[in-house]
């Protein structure tokens, strides 16, 4: 039906220390709407994109994807979305480490299995 919210993001805030790299992001999106972020770099497109994967945790606010909370329920958030980044590579901002982690983590990879993950 149309006017089912697919996405709904309320007060989406995330900090590293004392930087605020998304400040209280607000909006929701219709199912069978095409949407997308424009900004430009340092903006907070993909802080926002990591948070509504369940990767990264908001400092404050919260938000849902096909009413599943991407805080509370971050291992079902994946049976839900599909990521792609802008190019099929690594975070050039993110150490090695990080990216493998990031990766390992967004196909579901938890406790043991991303501890021996990242010991091979």
Not at 1 to 29: H, N, Q
Not at 30 to 43: C, V
Not at 49 to 57: A, E, K, Q, T, V
Request: charged share 25%; net charge positive; glycine share 12%.
């Amino acid at each position: 039906m149309p006017g089912d919210v697919m996405i709904e993001c309320e007060g989406l805030t995330k900090r590293f220390g004392d930087l605020t790299a998304v400040d209280r992001v607000s909006f929701s999106v219709d199912k069978r709407s095409i949407f997308w972020f424009l900004g430009p770099n340092g903006s907070g497109k993909t802080t926002v994109i990591r948070m509504l994967c369940g990767i990264l945790r908001p400092s404050e606010g919260g938000a849902r994807i096909a009413g599943v909370d991407v805080v509370r329920e971050t291992d079902r958030i994946k049976g839900v979305i599909g990521y792609m980044s802008q190019k099929f590579s690594l975070y050039d901002e993110l150490m090695v480490n990080e990216n493998l982690s990031f990766y390992r983590k967004l196909y579901g990879l938890r406790g043991v299995a991303l501890k021996n993950a990242a010991s091979n």
